[in-house]
């Protein structure tokens, strides 16, 4: 599941975020709620797009390669089991307009052909 054990790394980034907004705040003692908020949610949001792609990564959908027909996702067209056919990273969008990229398995349906990115 892990390839690698991603707790360091967020303890590690956390405490980042902790002493980032400590700093944050002592820089600018007068801010208001709202501004509070916004310096809070930022540190916060690269914690979570952290979080949020090694989670993704982690799972055993992110790559069919070498999985049993019957483990893998069916066709949605045909239901037939998706071969994997390479792999490639999907975009996306986290909190805050944090880009989040993780490698995603590129599918195709040997029975007819339909092509699946990602799979799930």
Do not use: N, Y
Request: net charge neutral; proline share 10%.
């Amino acid at each position: 599941m892990w390839k690698t054990d991603p707790e360091p790394q967020w303890q590690e980034l956390a405490a980042e975020v902790i002493g980032g907004m400590k700093r944050w705040r002592d820089e600018h003692p007068t801010a208001s709620w709202a501004e509070i908020e916004a310096a809070t949610d930022a540190r916060l949001a690269v914690l979570r797009g952290q979080m949020l792609q090694d989670a993704a990564e982690a799972s055993a959908a992110a790559d069919l390669r070498g999985m049993p027909a019957a483990a893998r996702p069916p066709c949605p067209d045909c239901g037939a089991a998706l071969v994997a056919v390479g792999q490639e990273p999907r975009h996306l969008t986290a909190a805050q307009a944090r880009p989040i990229v993780v490698e995603r398995t590129r599918a195709r349906c040997p029975a007819c052909g339909a092509g699946v990115f990602p799979p799930r």
